[in-house]
């Protein structure tokens, strides 16, 4: 039985990427700050019914000794290291705490293994954000990077110390440039999840408006569920790499929404406002991936349509607010 260790492991994609594990036979550990709130923490994993099968460890990635100490003691095969300060509008708000967490807790995950483990294979969730103001109409691994918020930069920053760990000192480190990747799990602060949970309430009768900012820009949105297949994948390679994943398609904020609300039979021009605060600084206006590398040599390729997805998390998010409504208690995850 192999051991992986992931960490960010009560997010939308260590909960995926935990199930898939326990469905290949792993034993999996997830590394998690200690919180007060842990019943909240672990909603996700209790979603897709896995949190009874997972180790769980008190650790932070700012914290080298305690990184340490966990690889020592779990002595993983694989290391997935997925945590991080991942919202981009709050790393302008906090851009220190964004690049000690996202870009340095990187580096002290990579020295740990490189200390205490350095047979482990290790993946970092590197984003399309670090693209940025775009320099080419299609991304791929060649593409330069421009990063446009402090999150970027700080995803840059641990994106070429995996390079460099991989080359300077042998280690089997890996990067998935990850475009955006949703579902019923994505926190309620994203736009996407913020567009289907707004759907709900409307059709609820909870709310009559979703106030949103830029409608006009544009991403490359799969579901994460697909996305961490090819985290996986990476890691069964002989030697280690960096890899696009994304599905090549493009969609508008403006045209989710419509999908969103169609879903539950509503019209978005009725309900989405525009606010002028809720545009960012430095706004990234279009993203879109080339992932013919991993179709190549991960034989990956996204399999969940953008319809599908949003299909999922609206009814998801009905669900949630229906149940809510009938226990008096918050939705079960986001």
């Given at each position: 039985m192999r051991t992986a260790l992931i960490t960010g492991i009560t997010g939308q994609d260590g909960a995926y990427l935990a199930a898939l594990l326990l469905?290949?036979?792993?034993?999996?550990?997830?590394?998690?700050?200690?919180?007060?709130?842990?019943?909240?923490?672990?909603?996700?994993?209790?979603?897709?019914?896995?949190?009874?099968?997972?180790?769980?460890?008190?650790?932070?990635?700012?914290?080298?000794?305690?990184?340490?100490?966990?690889?020592?003691?779990?002595?993983?095969?694989?290391?997935?290291?997925?945590?991080?300060?991942?919202?981009?509008?709050?790393?302008?708000q906090q851009p220190l705490l964004t690049g000690q967490a996202t870009g340095i807790g990187a580096a002290n995950m990579l020295e740990a293994v490189r200390l205490a483990r350095p047979q482990a294979r290790f993946y970092q969730a590197s984003s399309s954000e670090m693209y940025g103001l775009i320099q080419e109409?299609?991304?791929?691994?060649?593409?330069?990077?421009?990063?446009?918020?402090?999150?970027?930069?700080?995803?840059?920053?641990?994106?070429?110390?995996?390079?460099?760990?991989?080359?300077?000192?042998?280690?089997?480190?890996?990067?998935?440039?990850?475009?955006?990747?949703?579902?019923?799990?994505?926190?309620?602060?994203?736009?996407?999840r913020k567009v289907t949970d707004g759907v709900?309430?409307?059709?609820?009768?909870?709310?009559?408006?979703?106030?949103?900012?830029?409608?006009?820009?544009?991403?490359?949105?799969?579901?994460?569920?697909?996305?961490?297949?090819?985290?996986?994948l990476m890691l069964q390679q002989d030697a280690a790499d960096d890899y696009v994943v994304a599905t090549g398609r493009t969609t508008s904020i403006r045209e989710l929404c419509r999908l969103a609300f169609s879903q539950a039979g509503l019209d978005y021009e009725e309900h989405v406002v525009t606010r002028s605060d809720l545009i960012r600084p430095a706004e990234v206006d279009v993203l879109l991936g080339d992932a013919g590398k991993a179709r190549t040599v991960l034989g990956w390729q996204a399999e969940t349509s953008l319809e599908d997805m949003i299909a999922e998390m609206v009814e998801a998010d009905l669900r949630r607010h229906r149940e809510r409504a009938g226990a008096g208690r918050p939705p079960a995850a986001g």
């Open positions: 469905e290949k036979e792993y034993r999996v550990v997830g590394m998690a700050r200690r919180s007060a709130s842990a019943d909240m923490v672990s909603a996700r994993l209790r979603w897709l019914g896995v949190l009874d099968r997972i180790e769980l460890v008190d650790g932070d990635l700012l914290d080298l000794s305690s990184l340490i100490r966990i690889v020592q003691q779990v002595e993983p095969d694989e290391v997935y290291n997925l945590a991080a300060q991942s919202f981009v509008a709050a790393s302008w109409r299609v991304q791929t691994e060649r593409t330069p990077f421009y990063p446009r918020s402090p999150y970027a930069v700080a995803k840059l920053y641990a994106h070429w110390m995996t390079v460099n760990y991989r080359e300077s000192f042998g280690l089997h480190a890996s990067s998935g440039i990850l475009f955006n990747h949703e579902s019923p799990l994505r926190g309620i602060e994203f736009v996407t709900a309430r409307i059709k609820l009768g909870l709310a009559n408006q979703l106030p949103l900012g830029n409608l006009d820009a544009t991403r490359d949105w799969g579901h994460a569920r697909d996305y961490v297949q090819a985290m996986w």
